[in-house]
């Protein structure tokens, strides 16, 4: 018995000593100027099966532009078909450090009035940054989700979006996006979520692995970092970093409504102080109904339809119920539970709690 007591006693002394929950630096945030770049093209999508833009004047010129590239000059006031054809959007993200010669997956979606996309091939599409240069050429046949059907008397049926679709892999890049990571001073470490614990843990892991100094917290997002010249030393640098545990700060208090959808979203950090809530339910109800009235017998009265209405109010009892103070997010959620409230009287409650000073937590309606 004495030795099975001993190992009770090691095992709640190690349960005491066990620390909190660490998340990983790189789940926090990401280093300053490693980001993907946006990149957006115009072209053309043709093959169409008669659901193109029939015959819009962009379309044409866009055509005409397409054969153009292959020295073919159409007459003048002969315009190509443009049923089979439509103009589209194509749109793509650049990843960080991405490469010539490497694929990404790109987005086409109609620009005009074509009925659907599916079955066609975009042609071949330059894809430009903000900056107006060309990183990427698109091309490749379009898979698309959704379909449309009409009928001859005009009824038509349409399953998601047909109009839009996807290529994997149908961009290659062209030119690479200078990040200057290895040139910069000092890397900074920009997290998710703004929060001064998190940031001065997040430093002090870093001076715990590297050194007293290594880094230090610019503010509730930013954390400065020491950094050794050249590519090389700063990618092993910032593998380490990435992969250091943290204990994330608590979030603040909010609670999220939802007035469309009823979604009422409560974190674990609300607390409740003490308060007595009621809430009831009151109902109006309005019957309306007619009579025919006769006249007396031998007088000048008429036939006439009287009209009856019955108005009742019913109101349901429930009872008062005690919040204690400091109750967590289970003890609320039981409580409100007891009296059958529903999503749209869960707002009502902790609107009526926030207002009264008893609601310790944000409250942000959506």
């Known amino acids: 018995m004495t030795i099975i007591r001993l190992l009770l006693a ?24 490693i980001r993907s770049n946006q990149l957006t093209g115009y072209g053309v ?35 190509p078909p443009a049923k ?3 103009v589209v959007m194509v749109t793509a993200d650049l990843p960080p450090f991405a490469k010539p010669g490497q694929k990404l997956d790109i987005t086409v979606a109609s620009l005009g009035r074509a009925k659907s996309l599916r079955g066609g091939s975009l042609v071949l599409t330059p894809l430009l940054g903000a900056d107006g240069q ?14 449309g059907a009409e009928g001859a008397d005009g009824s038509k049926i349409v399953v998601n979006i047909p109009s839009s679709g996807r290529i994997p892999e149908g961009a290659t890049v062209e030119r690479a996006v200078a990040t200057g990571f290895e040139q910069s001073p000092v890397l900074t470490f920009n997290l998710q979520r703004a929060d001064f614990t998190t940031a001065q843990n997040v430093a002090g892991a870093i001076n ?17 970092v020491q950094a050794p010249a050249g590519a090389q030393g700063r990618a092993q640098l910032m593998a380490q970093i990435e992969n250091l545990d943290v204990v994330a700060a608590e979030p603040p208090a909010k609670v999220i409504v939802n007035a469309r959808t ?6 674990s950090a609300v607390r409740v102080g003490p308060a007595a809530v009621t809430h009831g339910k009151l109902t109006v109800r309005i019957d309306e109904s007619q009579r025919v009235v006769q006249p007396e017998g031998f007088s000048d009265g008429v036939t006439a339809v009287e009209q009856r209405s019955n108005v009742q109010v019913e109101e349901e009892k429930r009872p008062m119920f005690l919040l204690n103070p400091g109750p ?3 003890d609320v959620v039981k409580a409100v539970n007891a009296i059958g409230a529903s999503p749209a009287d869960l707002v009502a409650i902790l609107e009526a709690l926030k207002e009264a000073g008893a609601l310790k937590a944000e409250l942000i309606v959506l």
Do not use: W
């Not at 819009?56 to 153009?68: D, M, N």
């Not at 009823?262 to 974190?267: E, K, P």
């Open 262 to 267: 009823g979604t009422v979203v409560i974190n």
């Open 84 to 86: 089979n054809a439509a």
């Open 208 to 224: 715990r692995a590297l050194g007293s100094g290594a880094a230090q917290a610019i503010d509730a997002v930013s954390v400065s």
């Open 10 to 33: 090691a095992l709640v002394i190690l349960g005491l000593a066990a620390p909190a929950h660490a998340d990983r630096v790189k789940d926090l945030g990401t280093f300053q100027g």
């Open 328 to 330: 967590k997010l289970a």
């Open 45 to 79: 999508v043709v093959g169409l099966p008669g659901t193109g833009d029939d015959n819009l004047e962009y379309t044409v010129q866009s055509l005409k532009a397409v054969a153009s590239r292959f020295g073919l000059q159409l007459p003048p006031g002969v315009n």
């Open 134 to 147: 060309i990183y990427a050429m698109a091309q490749g046949n379009l898979a698309v989700g959704g379909l």
